[in-house]
């Protein structure tokens, strides 16, 4: 029988499927993406830990990012963006927030402004990397290099660690959810696994990582999930798991390794941003309900 993680993981597959069979589509049409995106007096929430790539994705929403586009260093005051959007049948004000994931006392009392006090958002896109965050100097928040890289060993220990920091950040989160003002509103969530193409060759692990499988074959992320999922009724209404690549940068660790370059070409990164694109703009079919 096909279970409800079946099927969100059905819709991730069809995020692999795109990139292994690339095509030269044009775009999804910006202004019908950003009409969905941003309609509704309720503004959407994007969330997750620093230099996970937040700023960078509401570029990509925006139709921002070019040849000749300079990511954005850290953010750490909340983004509020206020867009008015015309088409030929209707105009529409709405608002994005951009929630900085530096620790700070701004970033807890717009948190607590979003997910506490009955202005919850409709949807929410919580941005993860599987452990690629840039890490900012002087940061305070753990990101900072935790070790010196100096072999793949030492590399693969660097990511884990920043995935438990990813995981104690979504598990904040998660507990904000469980407010009943938040689910009187929220309708949908996007967990977004961004710079994916700069570990494609571990995408199965890292599907199997963020995804929940099997009871006592679930990673921490995915038990964090199911959680949310199960203890509060199938919420929320809508949800999805997919992987994402905004832009094509190489990750640095800081030292004399190598940096982690893309392991994908133009044509397969855009085959990702495209199928996140038609989830976002598929409220009715990009995820499946929660079975009662």
């Known amino acids: 029988m096909t279970t409800f993680w079946d099927q969100v993981r059905g819709t991730w ?74 088409t030929p049948q209707q105009r529409t004000r709405a608002s994005v927030i951009v929630v900085p994931g530096q620790i700070s006392e701004e970033r807890n009392t717009l948190l607590a402004k979003i997910f506490a006090d009955g202005n919850s958002p409709a949807g929410v896109i919580h941005v993860v990397c599987w452990g690629f965050n840039e890490a900012w100097s002087g940061s305070s928040d753990g990101l900072v290099e935790e070790l010196q890289p ?26 904000r959810l469980t407010h009943r ?65 905004s832009l094509p940068d190489n990750h640095s660790f800081a030292n004399e390794l190598s940096p982690r370059g893309s392991q994908l070409d133009r044509l397969q990164r855009k085959a990702l941003r495209n199928n996140f694109f038609t989830v976002l703009v598929s409220p009715d079919t990009f995820c499946f309900k929660l079975p009662p």
């Open 181 to 245: 003002s938040v689910q009187r509103k929220l309708k949908w969530m996007i967990i977004l696994v961004t710079k994916s193409d700069l570990f494609w060759s571990d995408i199965g692990a890292t599907r199997d990582y963020y995804i929940p499988r099997a009871p006592g074959a679930v990673e921490p992320f995915g038990e964090e999930l199911r959680r949310l999922t199960s203890d509060h009724g199938g919420f929320p209404e809508r949800l999805a798991i997919i992987p994402f690549s």
């Open 13 to 86: 597959l069809e995020a692999e499927s795109a990139v292994e069979i690339p095509r030269d589509w044009r775009d999804l049409d910006s202004g019908a993406r950003r009409l969905w995106l941003l309609r509704g007096s309720s503004p959407i929430a994007i969330t997750g830990m620093p230099g996970a790539g937040k700023t960078v994705l509401f570029d990509a929403l925006m139709n921002r990012i070019d040849t000749e586009y300079v990511a954005p260093g850290k953010s750490s005051t909340g983004e509020r963006h206020r867009v008015l959007l015309r």
């Open 150 to 175: 100096s072999s793949d060993r030492d590399v693969d220990e660097l990511l884990r660690l920043r995935r438990v920091a990813e995981l104690k950040d979504f598990r904040d989160l998660r507990l």
